[in-house]
């Protein structure tokens, strides 16, 4: 019994050393991963900073980023690049592109069931069909984005969706859908602390009935 005790202990000690020529290209292969993913989420970080300011730039980072992450084949890198590069391309006026690049990035989160990346690709198709004016499938996908992030908890991309509901309801001059709309996403944001996109609630609120005043207006002069 002591002998069979110093043979294991002997064992366990060489274990490492026995090891770790069969899992140095292994895990030689898994850091070298590890540090392209961090690469890629580094390129995607500087690309949703820069999207507002200098979309040109958010787009050139998106595609790099998308580039690695096919050639890496990592897939949820790859559906959140897209997601870079349709916002990109909705913020320079390129809409069908934009809408083209959303259905790419929903179709990979839904192969590698990321339904955060999928709520989102929900909301970034619904808000390309709103620019190009096709509100029933604005609110289509818009509802279905709202849904799914409800259901998961994602309450963040649940107030997005329904804000971006009431900016289709204003458009469509139903005023009333779209403050309850707003005021629902509010709600949300007011919970979960979202001071940054509260703002932008309380300011689409204040527009809602400066554009229904305006409409009122117009309609009774003509």
Request: charged share 25%.
């Amino acid at each position: 019994m002591f002998v069979k005790k110093i043979i294991l202990f002997y064992l366990l000690i060489q274990l490492p050393t026995l090891a770790s020529g069969m899992s140095q290209s292994f895990d030689n292969g898994l850091i070298w991963r590890l540090r392209d993913t961090v690469k890629i989420n580094a390129i995607l970080d500087s690309g949703w900073k820069a999207t507002y300011s200098y979309s040109m730039v958010a787009l050139k980072l998106a595609k790099e980023a998308t580039f690695k992450s096919i050639e890496l084949k990592w897939d949820k890198g790859a559906a959140k690049a897209l997601l870079l590069e349709a916002k990109a391309h909705d913020l320079l006026g390129n809409f069908k592109e934009a809408l083209q690049i959303s259905f790419q990035a929903l179709t990979i989160s839904r192969r590698i069931s990321d339904r955060i990346s999928e709520a989102n690709s929900l909301r970034q198709i619904g808000g390309m069909y709103e620019a190009l004016c096709d509100y029933p499938a604005a609110i289509q996908y818009l509802q279905s984005s709202y849904l799914l992030s409800k259901r998961i908890g994602y309450l963040k991309g649940a107030a997005s969706a329904l804000s971006d509901l009431g900016l289709v309801y204003k458009w469509k001059l139903d005023f009333k859908k779209a403050l309850e709309y707003n005021l629902k996403s509010i709600a949300i944001k007011v919970k979960i602390g979202d001071r940054k996109n509260l703002a932008n609630s309380y300011s689409n609120v204040a527009d809602i009935f400066l554009t229904k005043m305006t409409t009122i207006e117009q309609l009774n002069i003509s």
